[in-house]
């Protein structure tokens, strides 16, 4: 999708198993490649793709560091936490990665953030959060207001987070029927 909206060849977008096999090959990159450009949509807390990227680079440190490759991370959008995790995590394992961000998440993303925020008041506020996440319990009973409790109002185009309100993007069960407005698709 990413090489698709930025009209990027198609033969330069590889999955991470191809990516791996390629390095781990007697041939390994070609000499021409200076940079991996490692594209994720969405960092919540940040541990999936520092986890990630800790076992790719410790899979192939040796040879990220032997051909001086580049490793940009790219995330479309991300919470605070999240990018302070992966720079933090590119941090310890290479002074030379990138973290690009292109959209910090902010409390206006939120739907129940420290304050009133596009609530009318305190009250309303209340009141929604409580319907929400009673609606939120029949869904998914753990996390009611998506994991984290964090309330994400973000929605892509092609899929929606797991921090995003339940009620958004998953059905009810049982006697809870709920149609999503928008259905998360599931890997």
């Known amino acids: 999708w990413y090489a698709e909206e930025n009209k990027?060849?198609?033969t330069c977008v590889k999955e991470i198993s191809e990516v791996d096999s390629t390095l781990s090959s007697d041939k390994g990159l070609p000499d021409d490649v200076k940079t991996l450009l490692i594209v994720d949509?969405?960092?919540g807390s940040g541990?999936?793709?520092?986890?990630a990227i800790a076992e790719f680079y410790e899979r192939h440190?040796?040879?990220?560091?032997?051909?001086?490759?580049q490793i940009v991370v790219v995330v479309v959008c991300a919470t605070a936490d999240g990018e302070d995790q992966i720079r933090n995590?590119?941090?310890?394992?290479?002074?030379n990665a990138e973290l690009v961000v292109c959209?910090?998440?902010q409390?206006?993303?939120?739907?129940?953030?420290?304050?009133?925020?596009f609530w009318e008041d305190a009250d309303e506020r209340q009141v929604a959060?409580?319907?929400?996440?009673?609606?939120?319990?029949?869904?998914?009973?753990k996390r009611p207001l998506g994991y984290s409790m964090s309330g994400l109002l973000v929605v892509f185009s092609r899929n929606c987070p797991n921090y995003t309100l339940p009620l958004l993007h998953s059905y009810g069960r049982g006697e809870s029927s709920w149609q999503p407005l928008f259905e998360r698709i599931k890997h």
């Open 129 to 141: 959060k409580e319907e929400i996440e009673r609606i939120g319990r029949a869904i998914d009973r």
């Open 41 to 43: 949509d969405f960092v």
């Open 103 to 105: 959209e910090a998440l």
């Open 61 to 69: 440190g040796t040879e990220i560091t032997d051909k001086n490759l």
């Open 8 to 10: 990027i060849s198609t």
């Open 107 to 117: 409390s206006r993303h939120k739907a129940f953030e420290n304050g009133v925020g």
């Open 47 to 51: 541990d999936s793709l520092s986890r």
């Open 89 to 95: 995590t590119l941090h310890l394992l290479d002074d």
